[in-house]
């Protein structure tokens, strides 16, 4: 398969940077209705994924939904290192199947941990669909 024909390029997505505050990412979540969204370091490379659980959490720890009190903590201090891993440019077939299993989709990253773009379920099953 090959992922950069049926990925959501970088730019066409919506992702967040370690440096917004919370209330940035909440905004930015809530407007585009996503569940979850990418997450870049300073440098443009992936760091991880944040979810709408991750803001609920961080809400719940600091007993506030008051916007102001989350305009001092920066995403990079709430995010979730390890969930939603990357898939690589030039995963297999099986690693596809595999990951996008276990997730509504994957970011895709170059050699050099850069986000190239995402890569949805839906994608794979129409993939797969013309591919049958």
Known sequence: MNIARH??????TVFLTESNTVRQGLEILTHHGY????????HQH?????????????????G????????DTLIGDI???????PLSIDADEKEIMSTLMN??????VDSQNALCGILTRRS???YLSEKL
């Open 7 to 12: 990925m959501i390029p970088k730019v066409c």
């Open 64 to 71: 506030s939904a008051d916007k102001r009190d989350m305009e």
């Open 79 to 85: 995010l979730r290192r390890d969930f939603c891993p």
């Open 124 to 126: 794979l099953m129409q």
């Open 35 to 42: 569940a979850a969204v990418p997450v870049l370091d300073d």
């Open 103 to 108: 997730q509504n989709f994957a970011p895709i």
């Open 46 to 62: 992936y760091a991880g994924c944040i979810t709408e659980g991750d803001f609920l959490r961080f809400i719940l720890k600091i």
